[in-house]
Nanobody, 114 residues
Framework: QVQLVESGGGLVQAGGSLRLSCAAS????????MGWYRQAPGKQRELVASITSAATTNYADSVKGRFTISRDNAKKMMYLQMNSLKPEDTGVYYC????????WGQGTQVSVSS
């Protein structure tokens, strides 16, 4: 079964940190480019970070220098370390394979208070 399960969200104060995790199953994770998306209230879902199978990373300007995406192919896990969080980082965060094999997971809510 192709599945992506996100975890690690929560409520933090501005300036705090969170680490999101994504557990993948049912597809060739190690050869798949992966990404973290977020959807803020009333806004479209946006790609905030991506990582290729070779671990090349890319970030949206809004999170560059604060977020770090990583992956562990042996465990079929992907992570998003989020530091110096801002209220505008609030939203539901989703992990996604960029090949389109897996559907969207349930996401994990991140709320940053000012």
């Amino acid at each position: 079964q192709v599945q992506l399960v996100e975890s690690g969200g929560g409520l933090v104060q501005a300036g705090g940190s969170l680490r999101l995790s994504c557990a993948a199953s049912g597809f060739w994770f190690s050869i798949s480019a992966m990404g973290w998306y977020r959807q803020a209230p009333g806004k479209q879902r946006e790609l905030v970070a991506s990582i290729t199978s070779a671990a090349t990373t890319n970030y949206a300007d809004s999170v560059k220098g604060r977020f770090t995406i990583s992956r562990d192919n042996a465990k079929k896990m992907m992570y998003l370390q989020m530091n110096s969080l801002k209220p505008e980082d609030t939203g539901v965060y989703y992990c996604k394979d960029l090949t389109g094999i897996a559907g969207w997971g349930q996401g994990t809510q991140v709320s940053v208070s000012s």
